[in-house]
């Protein structure tokens, strides 16, 4: 009976023994590991450097350095079940095996534990304030500031924006829009290149802008391009810009409205005047200047167009029609339903027209947005090609003549 209890006893131990080696190696490995993770975050988030290649060191360091650890206190006997009876591991029960105890395991853990919490809280902060400062500004929860600015861009280029929205223009060969980008969506919202006006004079037509591309209409393929001239066009001449001016009187905090408003808005208006082609269609048509103005605000993702045509001989030019705005948008940007008819209230009212670009008028009467599908591109089944034209309904139908200013849709 002794025996066998002497037997029993002496299995116990060395079972306890590989229990407490056991336990010692794994916590270990799990130490260096969560150690190295820590060290190789930290480095890459707040330091910007890339360890790279050292996952072999992470790797034999984990899992060699751990069986060192876990062979000490199998050499000098300190492995052994602890005082409560409740687990084996490296029992205290003298002054020299609790220093061992603290030494191999206890100051390291407790060490790790506040130093890669302390790393983890300074990773957290900085990839909060990185994250912060990378999100794109959202002006109806932001106070945006940015000024709107126009900048030159490559050979023959300009830029308009405001930080939210930008509207990129090609000078030459001749002026086009070339892309209208959101930085909200982080998209751009143009699909193919249009003329950035149609007027209609004595019953002819003119494209305003003679840009024209290489690729077709149904995407905008800016790797392989490249950009001719419309001889019928009237053709850039110059730009100017300007301060925004009000166009009404208005005091901010009536009816309630933000008294901290700014009026007129901040912002700034590029004008862009454009001369006749070399060959007009009348006579009179030779001396029509046309103007097109192109206004930014500070703090809001949108920005006003309108069309001014100036004469100034004596023989009267009538303007037939009008078209302020032509835009080859991509399907987010244009209603989910749309189709040829003008005016929203013609739609039927279960039809969704929400979309990313909203377009309107400040014609009460006799001016349209409209939405249609682009004849000039290619049909494929199940594919859309959005077509934004803004114009006059009807008319305008005015006469021009000795220093005449005649005014488009904005």
């Known amino acids: 009976m002794s025996d066998d209890s002497g037997v029993f006893t002496c299995l116990s131990y060395v079972n306890c023994i590989a229990i407490g080696l056991l336990l010692e190696y794994i916590a270990w490995v ?163 290149i249009s003329p950035e006006a149609v007027v209609t004079l004595d019953g002819e037509e003119y494209n305003v802008g003679g840009l024209l591309s290489s690729v077709q209409p149904d995407y905008f393929n800016r790797t392989d391009i490249s950009y001719q001239v419309d001889p019928t066009a009237f053709h850039y001449v110059s730009h100017t810009t300007s301060q925004p001016v009000a166009p009404f009187h208005w005091e901010p905090g009536l009816r309630h409205s933000p008294s901290y408003s700014q009026w007129p808005p901040q912002g700034l208006t590029l004008q862009v005047q454009f001369g006749p082609p070399a060959i007009v269609k009348r006579p009179e048509h030779a001396n029509v200047i046309i103007v097109i103005s192109y206004e930014m605000y500070v703090g809001i993702p949108l920005m006003s167009k309108w069309v001014s045509i100036l ?36 739609h039927d009212n279960n039809a969704p027209t929400s979309s990313w670009l909203y377009v309107e008028t400040t014609i009460a009467h006799d001016s349209a947005v409209e939405w249609s599908q682009d004849s000039r591109a290619q049909f494929f089944p199940g594919s859309d090609q959005p077509y934004l034209t803004v114009y006059y309904s009807s008319g305008p139908g005015v006469f021009m003549a000795g220093n005449s200013q005649g005014g488009g849709a904005g």
């Open 311 to 346: 004469y100034s001989r004596i023989s009267p030019v009538r303007i037939d029609s009008c078209v302020v705005e032509l835009l080859a948008t991509q399907k987010p940007y244009a209603p989910s339903v749309f189709d040829a008819y003008p005016f929203p209230w013609e």
């Open 30 to 192: 799990k130490l260096l590991f969560t150690v190295w993770v820590t060290i190789h975050l930290f480095c890459l988030a707040v330091l910007g450097k890339n360890l790279k290649k050292l996952e072999v060191v992470y790797i034999v360091t984990s899992l060699l350095v751990p069986t060192g650890m876990a062979i000490i206190p199998l050499v000098t006997h300190s492995y052994g079940l602890s005082s409560d009876g409740t687990i084996c591991y490296i029992y205290a029960n003298t002054s020299v095996a609790l220093i061992e105890r603290l030494a191999l395991w206890d100051a390291p853990a407790m060490f790790t534990l506040i130093a890669t919490s302390t790393a983890m809280i300074v990773m957290v902060i900085k990839l909060a304030s990185q994250l912060s400062a990378s999100r794109p500004a959202d002006w109806l929860l932001d106070t945006i500031t940015t000024e709107v600015t126009l900048t030159n861009e490559g050979e023959g280029g300009i830029v308009l924006s405001n930080g939210l929205i930008s509207r990129s223009f090609l000078l030459s060969p001749d002026f086009g829009t070339v892309d209208f980008y959101s930085f909200g969506t982080d998209a751009s919202i143009l699909r193919a």
